[in-house]
């Protein structure tokens, strides 16, 4: 058999984090706990609610007898939405900032640290931004007798001068 099996993830757990002060501690290795280093917890996510999408501007170059000669790509832009089941205040400060329990205002969205952890069994990949992420969409859940009062939250990943996005760990956690 060609090709390493171990390398093939499907994830059974997802979390998000958000720093809970503005320059948060960012873990020497995989293997370190987030919520013992100022980072909040987002609550239980929807299992079918993380997606991750790509996308960016193109432009062929072409030589004057109509050859492709170059492709150039820009704009690029690395969106994740994912949909939090919980109903808490960290939610609430990435979904509704400035909000309170007894007040909703109109949200501004300022870039915030964020951190997704990946499990599959006990491995878990973990990505924290270089310079943070921006909320551009949230699309509360409708609220029936039957479903759970939720909210979809877009963000977009800011990227580094130097292109970075992630800083990307990976490490081994306690069944």
Same mark, same amino acid.
């Given at each position: 058999?060609? $090709?390493?099996?171990?390398?093939? +993830?499907?994830?059974? =757990? ?15 290795? $995989?293997?370190?706990? &987030? ?5 909040? @917890? ?23 007898? $109509?050859?492709?000669? =170059?492709? %150039? ?6 969106? +994740? ?10 939610? =609430? ?11 909703? %205002?109109?949200?501004? +969205? ?5 951190? &997704? ?5 006990? +491995?878990?990949?973990? =990505?924290?931004?270089? %310079? ?22 877009? %963000?977009?990943? @800011? ?11 990976? $490490?081994?956690?306690?069944?």
């Amino acid at each position: 058999m060609s $090709g390493d099996p171990t390398k093939v +993830h499907i994830w059974d =757990r997802i979390e998000a984090y958000k720093a809970l002060i503005a320059e948060p501690t960012i873990p020497a290795d $995989g293997a370190t706990d &987030l919520a013992a280093l100022s980072w909040g @917890l987002l609550g239980l996510m929807d299992p079918e609610g993380f997606e991750e999408s790509v996308s960016s501007k193109s432009t062929d170059v072409f030589e004057y007898s $109509g050859n492709l000669i =170059r492709s %150039v790509s820009t704009d690029f832009v690395l969106q +994740h939405s994912f949909t939090c089941l919980e109903q808490n205040e960290i939610v =609430r400060g990435v979904a509704w900032p400035g909000s309170t329990d007894e007040v909703i %205002v109109v949200p501004k +969205h300022a870039p915030f640290p964020l951190a &997704l952890e990946f499990y599959d069994g006990t +491995h878990r990949e973990r =990505r924290i931004t270089k %310079v943070g992420a921006q909320v551009t969409a949230i699309a509360p859940a409708k609220k029936t007798r039957t479903g759970v009062d939720s909210v979809k939250v877009t %963000v977009k990943i @800011l990227a580094a001068a130097n292109g970075e996005l992630f800083t990307r760990q990976i $490490g081994t956690v306690a069944e």
